[in-house]
């Protein structure tokens, strides 16, 4: 991916997704257990505050987590966490102990210290933008691009040490936070088979998609698109359709009802967050809105304001 076009897409990305994080429990397992978010129908993750484990998926290779290495689950995914790399190795479960306990002889502390918990993408918006990306992604403690967020793991191990099952609700903003740092690496390295990630990493697509991030009130009509392009309109609608899983014209509408729903966040007024996204006519933005975001722009931004 281009570093311009991913670089717009990355904040475009950041601007688009509406999240909840919740905490559901942060502690420590010793010897054998077996841990999972799976059958709850959200997004989940792991964080690896201490030790060591592995991340189980049917028909995956076992992935070992190390400290400080996290797992962000983007969807439903049958998985479990276990300490072997051998997924029938462990057969049971254990209950979590307060993170803070037994050492090694080492000095360290015993077994796998954890911070799971669950995501809520709220909007129809924010699910076009995570389904996007993989079903799941892996932030590591060695990655040097992602550096920064040592600081993030040290303030979430700052405010582990209490119960268990009743982590401090600081926990899950700072799990947002890191997801959002994660999002940007993954916008830019990431590497998809169909969808917005993968229209970024098309040359062909790269500067067309650079300019309706850019210029979403602009006239962009199915010619003008094939033309920036250097195809027929049949072959522009042909590739990009497959290539981003929708047709270009359902596509542009999305994106645009984004980028309104991101004016309206910062204070817009229905007008201006029109304006801006190109239509004329209230109305017609209204419509077009509804049909993407589910609620009127009105309601949308007065729910903002009540933070309902």
Do not use: N
Not at 161 to 188: C, K, M, N, T
Not at 195 to 219: C, W
Not at 281 to 297: D, L, Y
């Amino acid at each position: 991916m281009e570093p311009a076009a991913s670089e717009q897409l990355a904040q475009w990305l950041l601007g688009s997704i509406e999240l909840d994080a919740a905490a559901l429990h942060v502690g420590r397992y010793c010897g054998p257990w077996r841990a999972s978010t799976a059958d709850r129908g959200l997004a989940s993750f792991h964080l690896l505050l201490h030790g060591e484990c592995y991340l189980h998926v049917p028909g995956q290779a076992p992935l070992k987590l190390q400290a400080r290495d996290g797992v962000f689950l983007m969807r439903e995914v049958a998985h479990f966490l276990s300490p072997s790399p051998d997924p029938a190795a462990v057969v049971g479960g254990q209950d979590m102990l307060p993170l803070a306990g037994a050492r090694d002889g080492d000095g360290a502390e015993a077994g796998a210290g954890l911070a799971c918990g669950f995501f809520r993408f709220r909007g129809t918006l924010s699910a076009m933008v995570v389904d996007s990306f993989p079903q799941h992604l892996v932030c590591r403690s060695g990655d040097p691009a992602l550096r920064h967020t040592a600081a993030l793991f040290d303030l979430i191990l700052a405010e582990a040490g209490g119960d268990p099952a009743r982590p401090s609700p600081l926990v899950a903003r700072l799990v947002e936070l890191l997801f959002f740092y994660l999002i940007r690496h993954a916008a830019q390295r990431e590497t998809v088979g169909a969808g917005l990630l993968a229209l970024a990493q098309r040359g062909e697509f790269v500067a067309l998609l650079d300019d309706l991030l850019r210029h979403p009130g602009a006239d962009w009509s199915i010619a003008r698109m094939a033309q920036a392009v250097h195809m027929s309109r049949a072959a522009f609608c042909k590739h990009f359709s497959s290539v981003g899983g929708l047709p270009p014209a359902q596509f542009l509408l999305r994106l645009r009802m984004t980028a309104a729903a991101s004016r309206l966040r910062a204070g817009d007024s229905v007008e201006q967050a029109a304006e801006h996204v190109g239509y004329q006519s209230s109305a017609a933005f209204s419509r077009a809105f509804k049909r993407i975001v589910g609620a009127q722009p009105g309601s949308y931004r007065r729910q903002l304001r009540t933070g309902a």
